[in-house]
């Protein structure tokens, strides 16, 4: 052991031996640290379908709505490729001649569902495209082709799901 270590304490003469494990600890914290930052390096991506809402359109503006093009979010990113487009009627609840309330199918007001496919990564249980993280419930501002929503998320699927 004395040919390894000398009496001061150093590794073959050269290196002091709590040097060295200062200068390992130190190199490891700086690796852990890059690891969690960069988030350990390439992430794949998986085919993701997201479906905003947005309730209560004028049905004179459902017409003009094109169902093809890019779907963008308030900052200019890119969500993904509109892949339809579905105008339902609203449903109002009105009060009868009898006192109670019942709901109606709208005549003036519909209920627009953007289908949206994109590329996105999953973490745990939340799916990523690009800057929005894709949760149902979410309010998100969407710009496409001739038009703005304040939407909200219906429904998100990926993998195999998101391809059918």
């Keep these: 052991m004395s040919r390894v270590i000398d009496g001061r304490g150093r590794i073959f003469g050269k290196v002091n031996i709590v040097d060295l494990v200062v200068l390992v600890v130190i190199v490891a914290i700086v690796v852990f640290a890059a690891v969690r930052v960069t988030g350990g390096g390439a992430v794949a991506t998986t085919p993701v379908k997201i479906s905003f809402l947005d309730r209560g359109v004028a049905q004179t503006l459902v017409p003009g709505m094109q169902t093809k093009g890019t779907i963008r979010d308030s900052g200019g990113n890119v969500i993904g490729e509109l892949q339809s487009v579905q105008a339902t009627p609203s449903i109002q609840e009105l009060l009868t001649t009898d006192g109670q309330f019942k709901t109606f199918p709208s005549t003036t007001h519909s209920d627009i569902t953007f289908v949206v496919l994109c590329h996105g990564t ?9 800057q929005l993280a894709a949760r149902v419930g979410a309010d998100v501002h969407i710009v496409g082709p001739g038009y703005e929503a304040q939407t909200t998320i219906a429904d998100v699927v990926w993998g195999a799901e998101a391809q059918k």
């Design 122 to 130: 999953v973490s745990d249980s939340t799916v990523h495209v690009g």
